[in-house]
């Protein structure tokens, strides 16, 4: 017989076989040994997995209003054409480029945005790119049909500059195809000159960008080639899902530079092939990103092409010829030795020591590399000693701009983010071909010595995950900050107006050289008060394949006061041109030659 | 017998008390032997278009945890998971294996293998919490060292990538972490001597090689050049460093093969001519992909190399029905015709291998090549402008086309 003990009776023992309340209590008993056993009491939950992907929560970044989504409110309604979504031909997944310029000479800011194409067909025939105007009530208006912006193959990225120097901007297009080449008849009208101007480029180019090379006054051309790509071919990840190849599975090709020899007696112009001659196609690489500047401070301007999944190559340029000193100058490959995903590109004092720094975005799994410049033309991998590096480790970032957003005087990042395999450290989406590729943008405002993650709410910037690849800043209001365009593949154009609150003073500085009747791309401009002095150079071309607006603007924090405003002009990087202080808080337009000194240049303005 | 006293009964209140312990033993037997819930996953749990061998070693995962669950079954199928980078099951997995077997480090090597892609301050935290188990793997040390050094604690690095030296005979990529530690430090000297001891180390691969030269391109030659090997030696070397021995890694390394390895493998045999192994493996690929043209490109390839070139012509004709768009089929074919000397055929191939792919240059220089055979001048002119345009740096090219000029103008 069992005996039950009841503490009730305080002790003493009860024979509870016997006790009236047994089988009530039996029953109780048997329900609940019975209940647990089968699990009903969940010792824990199937699982869940996260959607939300990994990096910082949004409830752990600090929370600010910095831009606000104006798109629709001003009538852009550009939505990037990615050919079919059942495709995963590698051209789609690395997306296309867009510009800010004055497509008509109104002085009022135009966009343009680069569309892929409906299939990856070299010979697809369509519309090359958006131009929208902007009327004077801030609205714009598709230009698109009237511009002549059509062509074929699948297209990239754009550079804007006035090459034949009659006073309005034209435009060279980089396909997954033949590039075009368009001219501007200064009212937005663009007439396909590609083959009259002999440049010939029939490999994948990315990044492209209008520069002086040899300060003849007349805007030379750069482009980056990317790899050299079969169509069709099957790539696969882990799990054995087709997936977007990488740059991984095919060779690199050489990048190019196209000369131009100025206009003809007839109005056209001509480019001449520096390709081989220059050097600068003697190493072939997977180039997606660019930047031209006096990197080494000895008045020629030199190039920077930010390779994909190898060592970047930095040509230092001797007299019209290049030498990829890259290795040597610590701009190839990481503080490990490492190559990486070298994607978009920005340049900045980042490091407070008053030398440009370059930046480049990368892969999920490895962190946008800051190289620190010193006044040599050396670089040194500090990317450690911020916290955007690892706040950036969970993201593949392309397009990236730095300006100061709320003007205290320091530069803050802004980083256009979207994945080109399926994001492996999320659970997989099933609502849209491109969700597993979509993230959200970062923005990293300079605090001190080092850099903080902003949020900008679910209508700003960093609010919706998409994936995003051209970023160009343009202050399309003209307020005084810049404002950012957007490009998303496969989805609709972002227009951000920057909202952000500004706690110090600026000054937006554009310039002008009535000569050649052109903005002066590669100029360097220095902002000098009493105690302090900023530079920065007008180079429209980084970020990825994209283009900005050719001014460069300054934070300045409590300085109200300035001395004056030097530029370098890039076509005479040996002189100095002194133009009198203008007030703070204002746009300013400084037109070449009006200055009150012109002067030799030290070592240290040369930009 | 009343209703009352049948219950109140001694003998019937015994009874019951023993059906009643009998029904409690089994019922808890059946429930610990299928617990509903926990080892089922909800039908998300795993994407869809999976490859099918992958689906079957998934549910033969499943079907072990089924049968008895615990930290190695869950295990498994983690590591499963992890292998073909389905990281979020891989990690669910592992923390339920973990929670099974919480002084196993296993399982939080893995979690901190995984997360340092996304989250370094994390990954740290699992190497700490593995080292708090088990500090005898240098491999733990080592990757500790490295994420420490990614986030910026240099001195924590150091001691750490020190003990992993240690405990790892010197192992070449440790040694190149402590020499770029050493470089941060504005230690040239020292940073200098451990990259020569790492690229001297028979163990280093061509990665450690080209690292460890760019590393020390920066670093002023204060003495005398660094004795860095040969380049004739690198040949001997492999293509990647091994990385230090990771027993917990085992399971993750058992997985299906992707089909670049495949492909990378296969193209290797038959650079290196071994023609029936690159056969197998180009099969082997297509079978896992049958929508990959590139492997059935190169398998027709191969078929001609071997003398079939009748079998490879009418495979690659197969492809090129198959994937008209597929530029490299087109050339593949262009190719096999003119080893059978149909040029006329050859160049219609070839053409539409342009066609697609007008910057294809390897098509290109075949129908070089074969308008210099047929004498068709104007056509190699056009074909040089071409390639010249595509590859303007080739010398060999340049040299070529001048020569061809000249001829050209001596017999004109």
Redesign the interface.
């Known amino acids: 017989m069992i005996t039950f003990q009841s503490r009730q009776n305080h002790g003493t023992t009860v024979d509870l076989a016997k006790s009236r309340s047994f089988p009530v209590l039996h029953l109780v008993l048997s329900t609940v040994v019975v209940w647990s056993s089968s699990g009903c009491i969940q010792e824990e939950s199937a699982p869940t997995l996260s959607n939300d992907g990994p990096g910082k929560s949004e409830s752990s970044i600090r929370q600010r209003k910095v831009f606000t989504d104006v798109a629709k409110a001003v009538g852009l309604s550009f939505v990037h054409r990615a050919g079919s979504s059942q495709s995963y031909e590698f051209p789609r997944s690395m997306g296309s480029g867009c510009a800010w310029l004055d497509a008509n000479g109104d002085h009022r800011l135009d966009m343009l945005l680069v569309n892929g194409g409906e299939e990856i067909d070299i010979g697809n025939i369509g519309q090359m790119a958006s131009l929208y105007l902007q009327n004077p009530d801030g609205q714009f208006i598709d230009f698109s049909k009237e511009s002549g912006l059509t062509g074929t193959g699948y297209g990239m990225g754009v550079a804007v500059g006035d090459i034949d120097n009659d006073g309005d901007v034209d435009i060279y297009l980089t396909k997954y195809g033949a590039d075009q080449l368009f001219l501007n008849d200064g009212e937005g009208h663009f007439t396909d000159e590609t083959q009259e101007s002999g440049i010939v480029n029939p490999q994948w180019s990315t990044a492209a960008a209008f520069t002086d090379i040899n300060h003849d006054g007349w805007l030379d051309l750069v482009v980056a080639n990317y790899v050299d790509y079969f169509p069709g071919t099957f790539c696969a990840d882990a799990g054995g899902r087709q997936d977007f190849c990488g740059p991984q599975d095919f060779h690199g090709t050489s990048n190019r530079l196209f000369m131009n020899l100025g206009s003809s007696e007839d109005g056209k112009v001509r480019f001449e092939d520096h390709s081989a001659t220059s050097g600068i196609a003697a190493e072939p690489g997977k180039s997606l990103g660019i930047v031209c500047r006096d990197f080494n401070y000895d008045g020629e301007i030199d190039i920077f092409f930010a390779n994909d999944g190898e060592p970047n190559q930095l040509w230092i340029q001797r007299n019209g010829t290049f030498t990829n000193e890259a290795v040597i100058r610590g701009a190839a490959v990481n503080r490990f030795g490492e190559s990486e995903a070298n994607m978009g590109t920005v340049v900045g004092d980042f490091c407070g020591d008053a030398e440009p720094d370059l930046l480049v975005t990368h892969l999920s799994g490895e962190m946008n590399t800051l190289w620190q410049g010193d006044s040599n033309g050396n670089f040194r991998d500090r990317t450690s000693e911020f916290q955007f590096g690892s706040d950036g480790l969970p993201f593949t970032g392309f397009g990236i701009v730095a300006t100061d957003l709320d003007c205290d005087g320091g530069l803050d990042l802004i980083v256009a983010n979207g994945k080109v395999k399926r994001d492996r450290h999320r659970k997989h989406a099933t609502d849209g071909f491109w969700t597993d590729y979509a993230e959200r943008n970062q923005i990293f405002l300079r605090v001190e010595d080092d850099f903080q993650e902003l949020n900008d709410g679910t209508d700003g910037f960093c609010g919706p995950a998409e994936v995003s690849r051209g970023l160009a800043m343009g202050d399309f209001d003209r307020d005084g900050d810049f404002d950012l365009l957007v490009t998303n593949a496969g989805g609709m154009a972002r227009l951000y107006r920057n909202d952000s609150e500004k706690t110090g003073h600026w000054l937006t500085v554009a310039l002008q050289d009535s000569k050649r009747q052109r903005t002066v791309l590669g100029a360097r401009v220095t902002v000098i008060a009493d105690a302090r002095q900023w530079s920065a150079e007008v180079l429209t071309h980084t970020s990825y394949l994209s283009s900005h607006e050719p001014t460069v603007h300054f934070g300045l924090g409590a300085v109200s006061v300035l001395t004056s405003v030097e530029v370098v002009w890039p076509d005479e990087p040996l002189m100095v041109e002194v133009f009198a202080a203008p007030a703070t808080d204002q746009r300013v337009d400084l037109i070449r030659g009006s200055g009150i000194e012109r002067r030799a240049a030290s070592v240290e303005e040369v930009p | 017998m009343s209703a009352r006293s049948l ?1 109140t009964s ?1 003998r019937l ?2 009874a ?2 023993i059906f ?1 312990v009998a ?2 033993a089994v ?2 037997t ?3 032997w299928w ?4 080892s ?3 039908p ?2 795993f ?1 869809e ?3 099918e ?2 689906q079957e070693d998934i549910a033969l995962a499943r079907q072990r945890i089924a049968r008895a669950p615990s930290a190695g079954s869950w295990g498994a199928l983690g590591e499963l998971c992890m ?7 891989a990690e ?1 997995c592992f923390r ?1 294996a973990s ?1 099974l077997a919480p002084d196993d480090p296993r399982w939080i090597y893995l979690l901190g293998v ?1 997360a ?6 994390q990954a740290v935290a699992s190497y700490d919490q593995v080292l708090s188990l088990d500090r005898s793997v240098a491999a733990v040390h080592f990757r500790r060292g490295r994420a420490l ?4 604690r ?1 001195e924590d690095a150091e001691q750490a990538l020190v003990t992993a030296a240690n405990m790892s005979e010197q192992h070449p990529l440790v040694l ?2 402590m020499a ?1 530690l050493r ?2 430090q504005g230690d040239g000297d020292a940073a200098r001597v451990l990259i020569e001891q790492a690229v001297n180390d028979g163990r280093a691969g061509l990665d450690v090689v ?6 020390l ?2 670093q002023p030659q204060q003495n005398a050049p660094p004795t860095m090997p040969p380049s004739e030696a690198d040949s001997a070397r492999p293509q990647m460093t091994q990385m230090l021995p990771e027993p917990w890694l085992d399971g993750v390394a058992r ?2 093969p ?3 390895e495949v492909a990378a493998q296969a193209d290797s045999l038959a650079s290196q001519q071994h023609y029936k192994a690159a056969l197998e493996m180009y099969e082997r690929l297509i079978r ?2 049958d ?4 492997a059935h490109n190169f398998h027709a390839m191969v078929l001609m190399n071997t003398g079939n070139v009748q079998q490879a012509l009418a495979e690659i004709q197969k492809v090129c029905e198959e ?1 008209p ?4 089929a087109f050339s593949s074919r262009g190719a096999i015709e003119a080893q059978m000397g149909n040029f006329s055929a050859a160049i219609e191939s070839l053409q539409e291998a342009v066609r ?4 294809f ?1 390897d098509a290109h220089r075949a129908l070089l090549m074969i308008y210099q055979l047929q004498k068709m001048t104007d056509q190699a002119d056009a074909q040089f402008r ?1 390639l010249l ?5 080739d010398r060999e090219l ?1 040299a070529q086309y001048a020569a061809f000029q000249r001829d050209r103008g001596r017999s004109n």
């Open positions: 219950f001694r209140r015994f019951v008390c009643s029904a409690i019922v808890a059946i429930s610990l617990r509903p819930g926990s089922e996953f909800p998300e749990m994407p278009g999976l490859s061998a992958l292998a073909h980078e389905l990281l979020p099951q669910w339920k929670s995984m340092e892609e996304v989250d370094l301050v050094a990614r986030v910026g240099f190149k972490a770029q470089i941060m080209e690292e460890a030269k760019r590393l391109a920066r997985r299906l992707r089909n670049g896992i992909e929508r990959n043209s590139r994937f768009q597929d530029a490299l697609l792919k007008p910057d240059a071409i345009a595509i590859v303007p740096a340049q």
